[in-house]
């Protein structure tokens, strides 16, 4: 049977319209990308459940038509680790910011990723606190300029992509928005793999970073993720080391998923209390 | 039928897991801390026994959150704690309250504040369980003195987590939670266990996961289910949408009181001892209700008109029943562990509050009959 073309509509809440992402924010080229993986995955509605914190990105479970639990800053992981155990039969989808990941919640990445809990997080990080109005996030890096740092960071960023691999995440990979297809053919991987998956995807803050720091406005903001990233084995990459590497870093299959290795647990429990 | 398959000389705090193994507990996640490990411990051994599921987490803040995102899809759920612990807690506590989550949270208190005395008793966490959140809402918060009701308690406990469908604290203490007595255990059936209520409106048709019913109950459909709604910590209308209409905020507020504080008789536990013609009252709870019940059987025998009411639910604070109870007596004297958390809501409830005096003990030590019965002479104007 043919697939259905893809709609809109069909995932998403019209009620929670218009959202609440300014002109020029990447974050719905993200949400796109999410909802043409689940269709051409042909998943089911029902067994999807997203579960995001707190921020502009955390949004995105309000407006999607699956079960959505929308949680407090930073702790969304710790919540879709209980629904996820709870009902293994589920799909766990993680949209996350950089600052709700990586600061407030980055006790959690590395827990999730060390338990290979089958979740998929996708951390939209636009290196900025949008939603508080452009404070500095554990990912804008140094020299930087934010509200809360008038006279240029001095913090030095996070590099999801090495921070996950070094936590244990067996699927890692990075896109960014300017590559919508890339992204979301990688989101389909992340949420086919089964244990903790990352997907970094550089989204841009025309309102706040892109301000504050001269980087231009939507548009420019978009070219710069096709200039200054390069796909993992490209001819572009060769001939610039130092460009940002896409593509997927990790896919180990040879690590037990955190659901299915309890399941023996359980086996071993039950046989032991006869 | 009591067998003696359904005896155990053991814990508090395992008394508190073997009421969450009736009440059908099964789901737990928690992170080790003096002295409530042992709840965690226990159910990661006998959870998995019947198909559960145990996971110790990363903190105690991601342990409050797995345990509302497992009651979602339909699972009884708890964890546990001390008071360090159930500090970190409260943000989540807070949205359980708000989402309307079933949950049950013990908190087997320490002293403190901070680190405090982790390995002595204390009732410190009185007013923490009360307001220990940001924001207006109600609460339900029980305690036992004896292990038979711990037990019960924690059943009653999952119960109205699900009736109310709130998050309900279970305040044990160290002693009670270390100290080793008899359980009984009650046949299956003996106690009520209430089930998830579930949503009875079919496929394809609107629900709406946050209008209660006529009786106030509010329906729930598991995660995975049928009906797809959104679950938020901000203030939401019946769909579960977020809203700042001020109708709407001002309705869930008052909801969120009013399905507690209306059904205060309901939720209220308590025993009493020697009540009648008491010339002299004892209000207390917890360890510190043992010794107020030791004294008073021994003032009895002596002919000194002594009773004690015990109160097993602290929060809502049952006022009507407190100021009943006091009405006759000469003098109230409220036993606690702490620099005085509950005297303060007695003394609010009867109707002459300088009648009310507080027994305190607050160096970690047990408070004893002898310590009690040195403040009542005092009391009496017999000198100590």
């Keep these: 049977m043919k697939q259905k073309e893809f709609n809109f509509k069909d995932y998403i809440r019209n009620r929670y319209f218009p959202h609440i992402w300014c002109p020029g924010c990447g974050h719905g080229i993200v949400l796109g990308a999410l909802l043409r993986a689940v269709h051409e995955l042909g998943l089911e509605k029902n067994e999807i459940v997203v579960t995001s914190g707190i921020g502009c990105s955390s949004r995105i479970s309000g407006y999607v038509d699956f079960h959505t639990l929308h949680t407090i800053h930073g702790r969304a992981l710790a919540f879709a680790t209980g629904v996820k155990l709870s009902k293994p039969s589920l799909k766990a989808i993680v949209p996350m910011g950089d600052g709700d990941a990586l600061a407030i919640g980055g006790n959690h990445f590395i827990h999730a990723a060390r338990r290979n809990i089958d979740i998929t997080a996708i951390v939209m990080n636009n290196r900025i606190y949008g939603m508080t109005g452009g404070q500095f996030s554990p990912l804008s890096g140094s020299g930087k300029k934010a509200t809360t740092a008038p006279y240029l960071t001095i913090d030095r960023a996070f590099d999801i992509v090495d921070l996950a691999k070094s936590a244990g995440a067996t699927f890692v990979a990075r896109s960014t928005v300017f590559h919508a297809t890339e992204s979301k053919d990688i989101i389909k991987k992340a949420i086919t793999h089964k244990g903790f998956s990352v997907v970094e995807i550089l989204t841009q803050c025309p309102t706040y970073y892109g301000r504050k720091n001269k980087e231009g406005d939507a548009i420019q903001m978009m070219e710069g993720f096709n200039t200054h990233t390069a796909k993992i084995g490209s001819k572009k990459l060769e001939n610039n080391p130092n460009l940002i590497q896409r593509g997927i870093f990790v896919e180990d299959k040879t690590v037990p998923e955190y659901c299915e290795a309890y399941d023996q647990i359980i086996a071993t429990a039950m046989k032991e209390s006869l | ?384």
């Design chain 2, 1 to 384: 039928m009591t067998t003696h398959n359904n005896i155990r000389f053991i814990q508090g705090n395992e008394a508190c897991v073997e009421g969450a193994i009736y009440a059908g507990i099964n789901f737990f996640a928690g992170y080790p801390i003096t002295p409530s490990t042992e709840i965690a411990e226990h159910l990661a051994s006998r959870l998995p026994q019947q198909g559960g599921k145990f996971i110790q987490m990363e903190d105690e803040i991601a342990s409050m959150g797995a345990i509302i995102g497992a009651s979602l899809t339909g699972n009884k759920v708890m964890t546990a704690t001390s008071g360090p612990g159930f500090s970190l807690k409260q943000e989540a506590l807070g949205y359980a309250c708000m989402a309307e989550i079933p949950c049950v949270i013990a908190n087997v208190q320490r002293g403190g504040p901070s680190t405090g005395n982790p390995t002595h008793v204390s009732q410190g966490d009185i007013n923490q369980a009360r307001w220990g959140t940001h924001g207006d809402h109600a609460i339900i918060a029980m305690t036992a003195s004896s292990h038979q009701d711990v037990f019960n308690i924690t059943v009653d406990a999952f119960n109205m987590a699900e009736t109310y469908r709130t998050p309900v604290i279970i305040l044990l203490d160290e002693v009670i939670g270390h100290m080793r007595e008899k359980l009984v255990i009650p046949d299956p059936g003996v106690i009520p266990v209430v089930k998830r209520l579930q949503t009875s409106v079919p496929k394809d048709v609107d629900y709406h996961p946050y209008l209660p019913r006529e009786d106030g109950r509010l329906p729930m459909s598991d995660f995975g289910g049928e009906h797809r709604y959104n679950v938020t910590g901000l203030f939401h209308d019946m769909w579960g949408f977020p809203s700042n209409d001020p109708k709407i905020v001002r309705g869930l507020l008052r909801h969120l009181v009013d399905k507690i504080e209306n059904n205060v008789s309901d939720i209220t536990r308590y025993k009493e001892y020697w009540l009648d013609n008491a010339e002299y009252v004892l209000v207390s709870y917890g360890a510190a209700a043992r010794s107020s019940i030791h004294l008073a059987r021994n003032r009895q025998a002596r002919g000194v008109k002594l009773g004690v009411l015990e109160l097993q639910t602290i929060w809502p604070f049952p006022a009507e029943l407190v100021r009943e109870k006091c009405a006759g007596a000469k003098a109230v004297m409220v036993v606690e562990m702490n620099m005085g958390q509950l005297v303060a809501q007695v003394k609010s409830a009867v109707d002459t509050p300088d009648k009310v005096f507080l027994c305190n003990r607050i160096d970690g030590e047990l408070i004893s009959p002898t310590d009690i019965k040195t403040a009542l002479r005092m009391i009496q104007g017999k000198g100590v």
